[in-house]
């Protein structure tokens, strides 16, 4: 049945399998190395053949043991196979210790065996006393002691466990860090990915929103422009006043190089064109016979700002004066507007004032609006609209000066 412990044992054998996977290399050259050195002292300390050829059976079983069952549960994160080997281990070590002194070098391999396999700190702990109770019992069995002997024996092996323990815990405790400091940083570099990636959209919808600004106050003003002049041009041509038509036409051709000029410039991530050839005034003059041009409305601009705006301020304001005369020519009926730019403290107010029919209560702003607030925001201004119904409408926008760029 499962229990609320159950995801976290689960987590902790997943971190133990990682354990092992990333050490296992080591404790195969440990095991080599001290297999080795184990048969080396049977070879050396025997008297003949006949007495290192059970040491080195049961040697060549622990090492099958080993390679086919423990090494295979390690890589597979198979805790049964690892429990298996240590059984083996265990009975393979006590043998030795039972057939003579010289199985006691095998403790060195089987303690640090132990706390490889075992799946825990008590697993680790009931593995090793097991042993040592083994091999005590093998022990006094073998030379047969009796009363201090067996007591003697017993602290000698109890000595060896307790240092086993100790030192099986701290490298435990130093494996587990480990494994958790690995654990936070596959968290930490999934979370820097993912970030990356938000960052990423963010910055991409981002681009698209600004785009979107871009394209509305610039293209499609201009192409509105356009097809204003087209069907003035056709009502012309229809009542038989040619010469009027090719004003018109020159004035669309005007309309669609400014548009094709505004084209180019968003492509190349460029200022607008009409800013990089004068101040914010000549630009807002230019504007503003474009305008009267296109719509018969008388436009006036005053600048009592100077140079005081900077390079993503003017900007800011030369999209919201486009932004506000489209909203002129689309819904005011107006015949005067004035462009006024001024300084106040650090900052650079335009205000668009028409004498047209002035905004109903309730009149939910429209794109041109949401874009021009968004444009405000961003550069760390205020956009405020105020208007009455017959008494026309203001547009104020207040934007931080800002850095020329020279």
Known sequence: MSTASDPERERRTVDRHAFWVRTLRMYDLVFVGMATVYLVAVLAQGDGVADAVVPVTTMALLSVAYVLVGRRGARRGDGRLADAYLVVLVVVVVGQVANGDIGSVLLFLAYTQIWFFARARVAGVVWSSVLTVGITVAAVLRVQATGPQ?????AQFGTALLFAVVLGLWITQVAERSEERAHLLDELGAAQDALAASHHAAGVLAERERLAA???????QGFTSVVMLAQTASVELARGHTDRVGTRLARIEDVARDNLAEAR?????FAPPDLQDGTLADALVRLAARFGAETGVHVDVVDDAGDAAGSEAQVVLLRAAQESLANVRRHAGASHVVLRLAQEDDEVVLEVVDDGRGLPAGTPEGTGLRGMRARADA????LDVTGAPGDGTCVRLRVPAGRRVS
């Open 150 to 154: 067996v007591a003697e024996i017993a």
């Open 214 to 220: 871009e394209i509305h106050d610039t293209l499609a």
């Open 265 to 269: 410039a968003l492509v190349a991530a």
């Open 379 to 382: 550069a760390g201004g205020t």
